[in-house]
């Protein structure tokens, strides 16, 4: 095998895009997949590339140090795609603590266990991607500058400054014990797999059972759009040719307004399943913001358009309508996901909405 790499969290959404590309593409590299299966992990989304003699599966905690030791020597791991984390802004806001141990102590340990394993060899092909989020950077006014790799870090929520403090770790060891590293900070992905607690698929979902759509705020939100497929060719290309020590922003330059996507994906949705146009828009409800809620997020992509080779494939539109088509005919695959504990879990924290 030409290379061995460790890509973590890819049994979630972007992570298991990650695993099929990188299998499926370069059949001379050995992908090893390290996943804990959290609530957000999920086997069934690499169901078409578990049989493939490139890859193999590592259930397990980014956090152990023994176990990535091991994974690291018995697999001779010379690059690293580091995607594992909570990543649910909500769900941060209930439970921090579970954030700063995956995101900090995990990348932290993966860090640590690269460092040992690498010491002393010429950095050559050797290389820590480490995947991370525009959240970092904070939120925008309308009509601010775009997020550009030298925005100052002003995370607000416990997701973001768990993603933030990560980011900080990985330029430390790059610094400090000159660890190649690299790093990418993308806008809001959507597409298959993505778990329904996520504003698309859980619109998606709710449209199809005719439950309310839960707008938080007034809607008015910005986020920037990327098709999952996009961002996994956009991290191939960084973890190739990206230069050691840098940061890439990655996005869509697809702002759009959430109640704009809602409606959006109602048409979408109400057309693919032949009902009435619009019949779906009286599911819309507004409840209670998030607590912090980031006004507006906007990548300025200049940096890695410019250096590297990467344009988005997929439009808006036509990304969500097969992203609709996909959750339409994957409806075993939402009702796995979506267990007791997960409607529970909805139940509770809309109870006070
Ligand atoms: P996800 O929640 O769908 O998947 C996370 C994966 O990590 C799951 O498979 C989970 O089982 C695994 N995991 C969690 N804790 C672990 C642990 N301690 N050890 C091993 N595995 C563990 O997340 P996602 O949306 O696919 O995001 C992947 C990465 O990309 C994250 O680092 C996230 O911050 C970043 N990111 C996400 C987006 C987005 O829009 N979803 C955008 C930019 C960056
Ligand atoms: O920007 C990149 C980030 O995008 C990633 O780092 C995170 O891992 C990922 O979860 C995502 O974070 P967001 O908080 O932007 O995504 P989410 O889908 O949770 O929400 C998108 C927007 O929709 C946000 O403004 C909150 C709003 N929203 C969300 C949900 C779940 C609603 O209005 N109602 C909802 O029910």
Redesign the pocket.
Known sequence: MKRHILI??????????VVRHFVRKYADYKVVN?????????LA?LCDVENCPNYCFVR?????LELVRTIFREHSIDGVI???????VDRSIRDPFLFA???II?TLTLLQAAREAWEGLPPGERRFHH?????VYGALQPGEAAFCETTRYDPHSP?SAS?AG?DHFVRAYHDTYGLPVVL???????GP???PE?LIPLCIRNICLNKPLPIYGKGENVRDW?H?ED?AEAIDEVFHRGRDGESYN?GGINEWKNIDVVKLLIRITDEELGRAPGSSEKLITYVTDRAGHDLRYAINAEKFRKELSWSPKHSFETGLRSTVRWYLTHEQWVKNVTSGAYERYYAEMYADK
């Open positions: 973590t969290g890819g049994a979630g959404f972007i992570g298991s895009h390290l996943d804990l299966l959290t609530y957000a992990g999920n989304n397990g905690d980014i956090g152990d580091h995607l594992a984390a909570e990543s649910h141990r995956t995101n995990g995947v991370s989020t525009d959240e997701y993603k990560s990418t900070n993308c806008s809001n992905n959507y797999y993505q778990f996520k990327l999952v961002h990655i």
